[in-house]
T-cell receptor
Framework: GDSVTQMEGPVTLSEEAFLTINCTYT??????LFWYVQYPGEGLQLLLK?????DKGSNKGFEATYRKETTSFHLEKGSVQVSDSAVYFC????????FGTGTSLTVIP | GAVVSQHPSRVICKSGTSVKIECRSL??????MFWYRQFPKKSLMLMAT?????????EQGVEKDKFLINHASLTLSTLTVTSAHPEDSSFYIC??????????????FGPGTRLTVL
C-alpha cells in the first residue's frame, strides 16, 4: 500500500545552517506530495506541495522537488532561522493522506 | 481561502463524560471531512472519513460507538467522544477536502483540539 518514510529526528541545527529532511514514498500511480509544518500546540500548516513529477514546491525559503525516479520529496532550506523550529511532516495524497512520522527541528541561535 | 476551524481548541473533562468537537469549513462547502488523532511526538492517525449526509467510514481499530461522527451539513462535522477515559486524551485534528480540480488531492487542516480527560 501507499506509505511515506521520513527521516528520523530530532534534528538540531545552528542558525543559518543548511537543512535537509529526507522523505521517500511508496505509491501506485501519481500521488500529490506535501510538506506540512506543525508549531508547538498548533495544527498542521501546509508548507509546500507538488502535484506531478519534476515539480518544485517552494515557500518561505523551503524547497522540495518531486523526484519520481527516486520516489523522493526531500525538504531543503539554505539558511534556517530560530523561527523554523517545529515538526515537519511529509505526506502523500491519492484518495487519502498518508503521513510520515514527522521530524522535529530545533534551530539554536 | 479554504479555512477550516475547530472548536474548542482545548477541553478538559472528567472521566465518563462526553465531549463534542466541531469542525467547520469557513469559506467553502466540504462534502468530505476527515478526523485524525495525534499522540504526543507521533504522526497523525486517520480515524474516520466523514461524508455529508451519510455515515462516516471508520478506520480499522477505531471504535465507532465511542467516536461518534456527524456530518449534517456541508460546512460542519462533529466528533463526539463518548464516555471519555484518560486514554482518550489526545490532540484531535480535522481536515476538509476542497471540491473541484484546483486543489485536487489536497486537504486543509483545522488548528486541532487538545482533549484532556481527568
Amino acid at each position: 500500500g501507499d506509505s511515506v518514510t521520513q527521516m528520523e529526528g530530532p534534528v538540531t541545527l545552528s542558525e543559518e545552517a543548511f537543512l535537509t529532511i529526507n522523505c521517500t514514498y511508496t505509491a501506485t500511480g501519481y500521488p500529490s506530495l506535501f510538506w506540512y509544518v506543525q508549531y508547538p500546540g498548533e495544527g498542521l500548516q501546509l508548507l509546500l506541495k507538488a502535484t506531478k513529477a519534476d515539480d518544485k514546491g517552494s515557500n518561505k525559503g523551503f524547497e522540495a522537488t518531486y523526484r519520481k525516479e527516486t520516489t523522493s520529496f526531500h525538504l531543503e532550506k539554505g539558511s534556517v532561522q530560530v523561527s523554523d523550529s517545529a515538526v515537519y511532516f511529509c505526506a502523500l495524497s491519492r484518495n487519502q493522506f498518508y503521513f510520515g512520522t514527522g521530524t522535529s527541528l530545533t534551530v539554536i541561535p | 481561502g479554504a479555512v477550516v476551524s475547530q472548536h474548542p481548541s482545548r477541553v478538559i473533562c472528567k472521566s465518563g463524560t462526553s465531549v463534542k468537537i466541531e469542525c467547520r469549513s469557513l469559506d467553502f462547502q466540504a462534502t468530505t471531512m476527515f478526523w485524525y488523532r495525534q499522540f504526543p511526538k507521533k504522526s497523525l492517525m486517520l480515524m474516520a472519513t466523514s461524508n455529508e449526509g451519510s455515515k462516516a467510514t471508520y478506520e480499522q481499530g477505531v471504535e465507532k460507538d465511542k467516536f461518534l461522527i456527524n456530518h449534517a451539513s456541508l460546512t460542519l462535522s462533529t466528533l463526539t467522544v463518548t464516555s471519555a477515559h484518560p486514554e482518550d486524551s489526545s490532540f484531535y485534528i480535522c481536515s476538509a477536502r476542497v471540491p473541484g480540480t484546483l486543489h485536487y488531492n489536497e486537504q486543509f487542516f483545522g488548528p486541532g483540539t487538545r482533549l484532556t480527560v481527568l
